[in-house]
């Protein structure tokens, strides 16, 4: 049986339970519409890949700031004291 729901003046719908439960939408989810030839359709929204991602583990983990000037100063070949 199709799910209906009804717009209002400001353009607003709600998503009935089980459609929210389908898609696994909850509270504050942003959805996108996506528009092939003649149909419409509903999905979650998708997060914008980050460009960043492919770098995560490209360095050691550092846990202070001082292990990071030190391993910085062994690239730069600096023999110098941490400060």
Do not use: C
């Amino acid at each position: 049986m199709p799910r209906s729901s009804t717009i209002s003046s400001k353009g607003q719908i709600t998503v009935p339970l089980e459609i929210r439960k389908r898609l696994g939408l909850k509270q504050g989810d942003r959805v996108e519409f996506v528009v092939d030839g003649g149909r419409t359709t509903m999905r979650p929204a998708r997060l914008a890949d980050n460009p960043f991602l492919k770098y995560v583990g490209a360095l050691p983990a550092f846990s202070n700031l001082k292990a990071i000037n030190t391993w910085v100063r062994g690239l730069r070949g600096d023999k110098k004291l941490d400060r």
